[in-house]
């Protein structure tokens, strides 16, 4: 099997965001000069995200009606306490990782390795920590074409300033240490205060656990789960996570030498490949994708895909709405 089949940039190209090819943003968020968050990197895959530096890469911008983005970092560096304003999901690709919920990242903590899934509500302070002995990559989900701004801890902002950031009300970061001032007619984001923080969730071991799914542990349910040499399995959706996301997201495994069926589905469809290789297919044009590749395919489009290796290939799957949709063989 060669190893590219796609010889010269094409439509089906544009609908990829390749591992290798992820462009990282090193200061997307207040907190990246703050000592053990400063080695982290940032990436907007689909959607605007929540970057708070305008310079950050937006790989493919089209609305999903989800965002998806990537952090991938060291050993030990952190990515300090925040919320959101929609859900945000992370599934994990590579490493080991603690995710720490409360103003203090003392309220709750849960450890996750590859393949498992977390699914943080809003209106909670959470963190999260590469406590591994090598780079990890977390892939993501966050809810609505728009997921807002991020509402850090009180102390995110001490830290920031002795660092030389200052977070503007609009969501955009100012670097004094570059020589950046704040813009005429621009106000700064005012501290978070303790009203705010009062009015947060607290979430205890027993309600974290609650949002998260381990390895192996998903239901079998999904539109390809009858087919031969191929498994799906739902990890949010109508079950096993079931509050509303926007969005469902389920593990697709295929067996080697397995091709799921030229099909098309009515709404945004995502792919992430977690491990194996993969020739899709997608209007006639063919191309392989490998182990932390992102694909995205237009509405109503004709794909397939078949596992190109002797080992099963594992695939994440994202599509719109909050229903399992169905599926038009073509």
Not at 302 to 316: E, H, Q
Request: charged residues 20%; aromatic residues 8%; proline residues 6%.
């Amino acid at each position: 099997m060669p190893d590219t089949i796609v010889q010269e940039r094409s439509k089906i190209e544009d609908r990829i965001v390749r591992y290798a090819e992820l462009e990282p943003c090193y200061d997307a968020f207040i907190d990246t000069r703050t000592p053990g968050s400063d080695k982290k990197e940032n990436f907007t895959i689909i959607g605007p995200g929540v970057s708070e530096n305008p310079n950050q890469h937006v790989h493919i911008a089209e609305p999903h009606g989800f965002n998806i983005g990537g952090a991938r970092q060291p050993p030990r560096c952190t990515n300090s306490q925040h919320s959101h304003e929609t859900v945000e999901v992370f599934y994990v690709h590579t490493g080991q990782w603690r995710f720490d919920l409360g103003e203090n990242a003392d309220d709750a903590q849960i450890c996750l390795g590859p393949g498992d899934l977390i699914s943080i509500p809003t209106n909670v302070f959470r963190g999260f920590t590469n406590i591994g002995e090598s780079d990890g990559f977390l892939w993501a989900v966050l809810g609505g074409d728009d997921p807002g701004h991020v509402l850090w801890a009180p102390k995110v902002f001490d830290m920031a300033r002795d660092y030389g950031l200052i977070l503007l009300e609009d969501g955009m970061l100012i670097d004094i240490n570059k020589g950046e001032k704040v813009p005429a007619g621009k106000a700064v984001m005012p501290v978070t205060t303790e009203a705010q923080v009062a009015a947060l969730d607290v979430f205890g071991n027993a309600e974290l656990e609650a949002c998260v799914i381990r390895s192996g542990a998903s239901v079998n349910f999904g539109p390809f789960n009858t087919l031969n040499g191929i498994r799906e399995t739902a990890l949010i959706g109508p079950k096993p996570i079931d509050w509303s996301h926007g969005f469902t997201l389920s593990e697709l495994d295929i067996e080697p030498g397995t091709t799921l069926p030229a099909h098309s589905l009515s709404v945004a469809d995502v792919y992430f490949v977690q491990s194996g290789k993969i020739i899709v297919t997608l209007d006639g044009e063919k191309t392989i994708l490998t182990a932390g590749d992102t694909i995205t395919f237009p509405i109503g489009a004709t794909r397939s895909l078949t596992n190109a290796n002797d080992v099963a290939a594992r695939l994440v799957a994202v599509r719109g709405g909050d229903n399992i949709p169905e599926v038009e063989w073509t």
